[in-house]
C-alpha cells in the first residue's frame, strides 16, 4: 500500500474515535460498515487498525472486534530505539527529568496528602526493610511507594510518566546496578518530612543524589 494511503487512513480512523467522542472500552463498527463510514477500503483499514493496535490507540477482541483501548505509554516503550539501551548516558538523562518532575510535584502533594496515604507510605518502608534484611527484590516495592506518594495529585500523566520512567530506568540500569543497601532509609526520611510538615524537597533530593552516588560507583567500578 502506498504511504500516502496508509496514512491517509490511519488519520481518519482516529478522527472517528474522536469525532464520535470514543472513549477506552468503546466499540467500532465492523469492517465493512466502519470501512464504508470511512470511505476506504477494507486493505487500507486493516493496515491502518494493526498500525493502531502497535501504537496502543485500539485492540482486537477475540471474536468481538475492534475497540478503543485504555491509555498507556506501553506502546511506545515497546517502540523505542534498541540505541537508548546502549548508551551509558541515557540513564542519566532520564534521572534527571524524573527527579525535575518529583522535586518540582512533591509539595503540592504535600498539601493534598492523608493520614491514610501517609501511613500506607509507612508500610511500604517497612516492606522495603524487610527486604533489605532478607535480600527479597526492592524494585517493585519503590516503584509503589512512588506511585502512592504521587496519587493524591489525581494527575493520571504523572502516574503514567512516573511508570515510563520506571520501566526505562530498569531497562536502562540492567540487573548489575541493583538497588542502595539504605534505601528504606532515604525513603523513611520522606515519609518523616511529610508527618512532621517539613519541607520535602530537601528529602527528595537526597532521594536522588544516593541513586545518583550509586550509579557514578558503579561506572567507576566499570572502569577500573
Known sequence: MEESKFLAAQQRLREYIDQNGLRPGDGLPSEGALAAELGISRISLREAT???QTLGVIEAKRGKGLYVSEFSFQPILDQLPYGMAVHGASLHEVLVVRETL???????VAKRMGADVVDDLDRLVDRMEEAEQTGGPLSDIDKEFHLRLFEPLGNQLVTHLIEIFWVL?????????????HVADVHRNIVRALRNGERLVPAMSA????IRNRMEKHERSVRS
Open 50 to 52: 494493526r498500525s493502531l
Open 102 to 108: 518529583e522535586e518540582g510535584l512533591i509539595e503540592s
Open 169 to 181: 530506568s530498569d531497562r536502562l540500569r540492567g540487573e548489575e546496578l541493583g538497588v542502595p543497601l
Open 207 to 210: 532521594h536522588f543524589t544516593d
